[in-house]
């Protein structure tokens, strides 16, 4: 029986940008957005599974990760890939204990890097953009803030497994070099082995060395790793006059400035949601009644329609006070405002024939799928690093092209490149 792979991640940008890289393999490649799916009959060299547990408590994240790798333990799926956030947001150590309780693997590999986009680990340090990532946006971050930069400390707190790491001198070494002491971490009892990665090639002498132990692995990294995965063994072009519809909802700098470059092309036009309004009932509908009729309308000539909300930090900030004042915490308001979004998005998608959609932010993409009863998403290939295009399979917008970016990612151009992209691709069933 031919080996499949697994994938289990703990958002939806995450689990698409993933995906992606085996699917530009040219293995089929299926994302699932609940752990209540059922694996059995599908029919997909690779199966990702969205667990949704990033921002959720150590002990739900452990169970979310344990139900998802039960899905996986018998059969095909000979290798297991635990997605992880690049800038190491969420429930790391506790996902992994989850996968590695359920499936047995003897060891993990953890190499979150992302060299293409930034991101690299030296003498155990994540570094983003050069920075140590506590000093970045990251340690600020709403939901998962981050302020440990040093990856086997942050995992030795989340984890009951010993920690080990593979340093600087040990992959200067090569392949030999990572297998020997891979060889004294293991004799040690070490099972949850962070790698420094600096460059793209440190991934294949990681793997390399790794594979001839020929023992259970679970891999452990973000986009980055898994391009590098050994694996087993095309959608047709056209151009489309059907309009794209960006819905931006990450308050990322990064996608702040992405948007400040993709409003400023023709036939782009910019509707600004006013996030305060959907955090109260009274107010609600009308603001996405409002949002709705001024896509419909000016999309209707075959222009790009840039939605955001939270475009602004004085939004953001007025947001939050709107929040607070009715009760709401943080994170409740992101998830109010995600669910608005959401259905601003279902009544777009089902009044008029898209050409695609461009989702920015993990919270605004999965509300959005599931607006649309979306029950997976078939990658298709990627539209720069880390940001996968691909086919919405079920719900009302089967066969919809969508292409999911996370929040702080991509260089300024992603949103003008994925917005193209979709341009000249065909979207099958969208309305």
Request: proline residues 4%.
């Amino acid at each position: 029986m031919r080996n499949k792979i697994a994938v289990i991640a703990d958002d939806l940008t995450g689990a698409n940008d993933t995906g992606v890289q085996f699917a530009k393999q040219g293995l089929s490649t299926v994302v699932l957005m609940s752990t209540d799916n059922s694996v059995g009959a599908i029919d997909a060299d690779v199966v990702v599974v969205d667990t949704n547990s990033r921002a959720i408590s150590p002990e739900q994240a452990y169970q979310q990760a344990a139900k998802a790798a039960a899905l996986f333990c018998e059969g095909p799926f000979k290798t297991i890939y635990k997605k992880v956030d690049s800038t190491l947001r969420g429930n790391l150590g506790s996902e992994i204990d989850g996968i590695m309780d359920t499936c047995a693997q003897e060891f993990a590999i953890v190499a979150p890097a992302f060299p293409k986009t930034g991101r690299v680990t030296v003498g155990g340090y994540l570094m983003l953009q050069g920075v140590p990532l506590e000093a970045t946006e990251i340690s600020r971050d709403l939901k998962c803030p981050v302020k440990e930069s040093h990856l086997p400390t942050l995992l030795a707190g989340q984890t009951k497994r010993k920690v080990g790491h593979v340093g600087i001198k040990s992959i200067l070494a090569g392949p030999e070099g990572i297998m020997n002491r891979l060889k004294e971490l293991m004799a040690e009892g070490r099972q949850v082995i962070v790698c420094d990665v600096w460059n793209e090639g440190h991934f294949k002498d990681i793997v390399e060395a790794a594979v001839l132990f020929d023992k259970p692995v679970l891999w452990v990294g973000s986009a980055g790793l898994a391009a590098h995965i050994p694996v087993p063994e095309a959608e047709d072009k056209t151009t489309s006059s059907d309009p794209v519809v960006v819905i931006a909802g990450s308050v990322s700098n990064i996608t702040r400035g992405q948007v400040s470059k993709l409003i400023k092309l023709p036939d782009v036009v910019h509707i600004e949601i006013n996030p305060s309004a959907l955090l109260r009932p009274e107010t609600a509908p009308a603001e996405i009644q409002r949002c709705v009729k001024m896509t419909l309308s000016m999309a209707g000539s075959g222009r790009t329609v840039v939605i955001t909300s939270g475009y602004s930090e004085e939004t953001v900030s007025k947001t939050k006070d709107t929040g607070s004042s009715v009760g709401l915490s943080s994170q409740e308001t992101a998830e109010s405002v995600a669910a608005s979004v959401g259905e601003l998005c279902r009544q777009i998608a089902t009044s008029m024939k898209l050409g695609g959609l461009v989702l920015t932010g993990g919270d605004i993409a999965l509300s959005c799928c599931k607006a649309l009863s979306a029950t997976g998403f078939k990658v298709v290939r990627e539209v720069a690093p880390g940001i996968p295009v691909g086919l919405l399979t079920g719900g009302t917008c089967d066969g919809l092209m969508v292409v999911t970016k996370a929040g702080a990612f991509g260089d300024e151009e992603a949103l003008c490149k994925s917005v193209e992209c979709l341009r000249h691709e065909t979207s099958g069933a969208a309305k």
